[in-house]
């Protein structure tokens, strides 16, 4: 089997194993055995680093990088695109799970979300507000469809029918260090929030209420009061990529 | 033409393994900084990838060794 990863991908002929006292079991090779490549056999290094410059690049661009600095043209950016998805999916289940344990723990305390405010209303209470709406749009399951999709139906109906954008919103905290931490709510495989933004912010605040001194969480109950405007946010300050 | 051998020796500086030693050539054309920078970078995309597979081969063989071990 070929195995794709941060160097050249070489062939390797691995072992396969047969319990012989046990014949209508599968049999397993020796990465069964050892958990390893339980998905695809594309190294975890080579998935960290197509997924980190999918942050900054096109899923196309990530392609051309990844065979500059392999030698070889190993992942295709549609493949590229199903790594980031399945990563993104991982961790937002591991985000669910953390919340969900958080609000289940009942010697936390959680601080209240101030729903709507009016940020034109002059009387209101001054905060800081870090806002950066990032919208994208959905992409086509695959290449091949979108072509067919051209070739069947009439151009003007094929313009109209754009895929939908995917919003992000991305509320910052400010830690008493000076850096900034980023919270964005977790997704499914479709971008649709499996956990609302608000409570992913309760739950957080809650865990650094009890790590980290009061100081640093009023200042965080400043960013909060203004959570629920990000989520509904269209403004000019957003920032619109629509290069990918 | 300068020539790199590659030994992979495991703890108690055995070969590790098919190969005892396997050899690269430098292929600069001139001895320009940038022709001596493209044969190098040209022998890491040929050993790394050769050190990574036998290494995996080794670690395989070692788990394969493990397993006819009567006694686990």
């Known amino acids: 089997m070929t195995i794709k990863n941060t160097l050249w991908p070489h062939y390797f002929q691995v072992q ?4 012989a006292t046990r014949p209508d079991e599968k049999e397993q090779t020796y990465f069964d055995l050892t958990g390893q490549f339980r998905e695809a056999y594309i190294s975890l290094r080579l998935q960290e680093l197509s997924a980190y410059y999918s942050n900054r690049l096109s899923y196309k661009e990530v392609e051309n990088l990844v065979a500059r600095v392999t030698g070889d043209r190993q992942l295709s950016d549609q493949k590229i695109w ?5 990563k993104t999916v991982e961790i937002g289940q591991a985000w669910q ?6 609000f289940g723990n009942k010697a936390l305390s959680f601080p209240k979300i101030q729903d709507k405010i009016d940020i034109y209303d002059s009387e209101s209470r001054e905060v800081i507000v870090f806002e950066d709406a990032i919208q994208v749009r959905g992409q086509k399951k695959n290449r091949v469809q ?6 069947e ?5 094929v313009a109209k029918e754009k895929a ?3 919003f992000t919103n991305v509320v910052m905290l400010q830690k008493k260090n000076q850096e900034f931490e980023y919270i964005a709510a977790p997704v499914d495989e479709t971008g649709q929030e499996i956990v609302s933004l608000p409570d992913v912010l309760k739950s957080r605040a809650a865990l650094l209420r009890s790590v980290i001194n009061y100081c640093i969480i009023t200042q965080f109950l400043k960013y909060f009061e203004v959570s629920a405007c990000l989520a509904k ?4 300050l957003s920032r619109t990529d629509l290069s990918r | 033409m300068p020539t790199i051998e590659l030994a992979l020796r495991d ?3 055995q070969i590790m393994g098919h190969q005892s030693v396997k050899k690269y050539s430098l292929d600069w054309k001139s001895q320009s900084f940038h022709d001596i920078e493209g044969a190098v970078e040209n022998f890491k995309n040929l050993a790394l990838p050769d050190i990574e597979l036998a290494l995996l081969e080794a670690t395989q063989r070692a788990f394969i060794e493990n397993k006819k071990r009567p006694d686990l």
């Open chain 1, 146 to 151: 979108k072509q067919k999709d051209n070739e």
């Open chain 1, 233 to 236: 946010s269209s403004s000019g």
């Open chain 1, 97 to 102: 799970i953390e919340v969900e344990q958080t």
């Open chain 1, 16 to 19: 396969r194993f047969k319990d």
């Open chain 1, 164 to 166: 939908p954008p995917v």
């Open chain 2, 11 to 13: 703890d108690n500086n």
């Open chain 1, 82 to 86: 199903q790594i980031v998805n399945h």
């Open chain 1, 153 to 157: 139906r009439p151009a003007q109906t």
